[in-house]
């Protein structure tokens, strides 16, 4: 959600802006706006759309500047105009926000009433005419800054630029991730350490509550009680070949395409030399001390934690309860400590799954990040960071990032099984030796896409699609049933498949098309009953199976997709791969922005 960027630069920085608001393209949006202060005068730019518009706008109307702050915006206050685009300028104010000012009704209220004009239907103008009317009541920048924010309720990271003053910026967080950019006579602000790549690998994160005073000489970092504070400098490493789409026409299908690699990838990291054991190099993980193990996300991320649900009761027998972020916490559930706590978050900044670890952690024997950026927000704040080893993941719609969650749980349910005396060693070694085969396997499921292409051109003529399946092919349903939502705009539920007679089977119709998930398992001749209930209301049953599968059930089935023969240990792996392709093929049917779907961010800093 909203990107942020600023940059006190020793040349023109309108240019270093918009490159950097590219890279923060991925986290969603719909305007984008940046202002320059030259002269001690400031300037805006902004626009409604695309980067692409922006630039239009800065070729025709351009802005000149060393010093500047960009944005771009997902809208929650205010339609997705170009009033409500940000930065906003309040007199000598300009100011760029990722978050949600909760209080900001009164504080408009009290600003009108003391005069104030505002120009757009945001929270985020309330704090630029709140530090405006400071600055005219006759505090110093960094007085007024400081006054404003302990007004401000809820969350937010932002910049603020200043007229009069080429060589200051003022940066703050409270709820949402920034980061500071140390360069040779220049400073730069930025959402994540991905934006700042181009300019500088020497990063600070803000802390919870810190606010920053940036020049070009540096940077003096305050805390939320207004006392200087010593921050990490860290040297970080962005691999600036992962933000191209290479040979692809999209970032997702650059993405799904990686998964054979990076899964191998991250099997390396948890397996021993002689890949005949799970290790956890970053410290000590003994599931043999919990009573139970809860595992909170969102979205995609949630899916991957229902899969491990089965993989950690079937083999370590240990309970497990999953529940999502934006709910967990206003629950109250009571932690103990002997649970486990593990959290799940591709970006490590989803809001909702941050609230709920501050909830748990003095609560929680252990509280783990399953994660897979390592320098954010919940990963620094865990006991404990595992990282999925995804590589960065650009299109808003998460796959490979998907998969290596599933990949590096998978490892961990036979880790916790070994610990926990529920499995022999020998059985143990079975086990990871049928991981290691995901990447052959994933490739082979890869190279049915012609045929997955060529079934999308018949579901994007749907209004609605179900996605049915048993055991663990049951998150894969609802993981199906999200990717189709998410990417073509088409109406799609997924289901138990023992759950269809209670409910759904009222929408089967031979205008809707189902889509099984069956691999020859222990399940699958109780899902072939499900299927029978289907065709036999005139539904079009589209069955994802095995060669094994496809020859016993596809009688009378509307289309068959045939993925390779898999243990139905990993069948969630594989079975992601049509789930990701179907999605993807007919969004392009569709016409839809496949990296970028409306409404939608990458990382949800807010609630």
């Known amino acids: ?42 300037g805006c730019r902004r626009a409604v759309g695309k980067l692409v518009e922006l630039e239009a706008t800065l070729a025709t109307a351009p802005l000149q500047g060393k010093a500047g702050i960009g944005h771009t915006r997902w809208a929650t206050h205010g339609a997705p105009t170009t009033a409500n685009a940000h930065p906003h300028i309040a007199g000598p104010v300009a100011v760029v926000h990722n978050g949600i000012i909760e209080n900001f009704r009164p504080l408009r209220d009290e600003l009108r009433a003391a005069g104030a004009k505002f120009t757009s239907e945001t929270d985020t103008e309330v704090v630029a005419q709140l530090c405006a009317a400071n600055i005219a009541a006759g505090m110093t920048p960094q007085q007024a800054v400081d006054a404003t924010l302990k007004r401000l309720e809820g969350a937010f990271a932002l910049a603020f630029l200043f007229a009069g003053h080429d060589n200051l910026m003022i940066a703050a967080r409270r709820g949402s991730p920034l980061a500071i950019g140390h360069g040779d006579g220049e400073m730069f602000i930025g959402s994540d350490a991905l934006a700042l790549a181009p300019m500088t690998n020497r990063v600070t994160y803000l802390e919870e509550g810190d606010w920053a005073v940036v020049t070009r000489d ?4 305050y805390d939320a009680l207004g006392n200087l504070a010593n921050r990490e400098l ?11 789409k290479g040979t692809h026409r999209h970032f997702m299908a650059k993405e799904i395409h990686e998964q054979p690699s990076v899964l191998a990838f991250a099997l390396s990291h948890y397996l021993n030399a002689n890949r005949t054991a799970v290790v956890v190099p970053e410290g000590d993980l003994d599931f043999s001390q919990f009573n139970r193990i809860v595992m909170v996300a969102c979205g995609t991320a949630f899916y991957a934690c229902h899969v491990a649900k089965y993989w950690f009761e079937q083999h370590a027998r240990i309970p497990v309860e999953i529940d999502v972020a934006s709910e967990f916490r206003y629950r109250e559930p009571p932690i103990s400590p002997r649970d486990l706590v593990i959290f799940v978050s591709q970006s490590g900044e989803t809001a909702d799954t941050l609230a709920a670890l501050r909830y748990v952690k003095d609560k929680a024997g252990l509280v783990v990040a399953v994660i897979n950026a390592p320098e954010s927000s919940i990963a620094r704040e865990a006991d404990l960071a595992l990282p999925i080893k995804a590589g960065v993941e650009v299109s808003v719609a998460s796959s490979k990032a998907f998969t290596c969650q599933l990949a590096v749980f998978a490892a961990l349910s036979i880790l916790a099984a070994r610990q926990c005396g529920k499995i022999e060693a020998s059985a143990e070694t079975a086990l990871i030796q049928k991981l290691t085969q995901l990447p052959r396997l994933i490739n082979e499921a890869l190279a049915q896409e012609p045929a997955m292409a060529l079934i999308a051109r018949d579901l994007a003529k749907a209004r609605d699609i179900l996605f049915l399946g048993r055991g663990t092919m049951f998150p894969l349903a609802l993981e199906g049933a999200l990717k189709l939502k998410e990417l073509s705009y088409i109406h799609a539920e997924g289901y138990a498949s023992g759950e269809l007679k209670h409910g759904p089977i009222a929408l089967i119709d031979e205008s809707v098309p189902v889509i099984c998930f069956a691999p020859v398992d222990p399940l699958f001749d109780k899902t072939v009953s499900n299927m029978q209930e289907v065709m036999a209301r005139g539904g079009k049953v589209l069955l994802v199976t095995d060669a094994e599968g496809a020859e016993r059930a596809s009688d009378g089935v509307w289309k068959t997709l045939i993925l390779p023969k898999i243990d139905p240990f990993l069948a969630p792996v594989i079975y992601a791969i049509p789930a990701q392709m179907l999605a993807y093929h007919t969004a392009i049917e569709k016409g839809t922005d496949v990296d970028q779907p409306r409404n939608l961010a990458k990382s949800v800093t807010v609630e």
């Not at 959600?1 to 040349?11: A, E, N, T, W």
């Not at 309108?14 to 202060?37: C, F, N, Q, W």
């Not at 860290?234 to 191209?244: C, L, T």
């Open 1 to 42: 959600m909203c990107g942020i960027i600023g940059i006190l630069g020793k040349s023109d920085a309108v240019s270093l802006m918009v490159t950097a608001l590219k890279r923060l393209e991925y986290r969603g949006y719909d305007s984008a706006g940046i202002a320059t202060v030259t002269d001690g005068v400031l």
């Open 218 to 221: 540096g940077a003096k970092i």
């Open 234 to 244: 860290r040297v970080v490493n962005v691999d600036s070949v992962m933000i191209d």
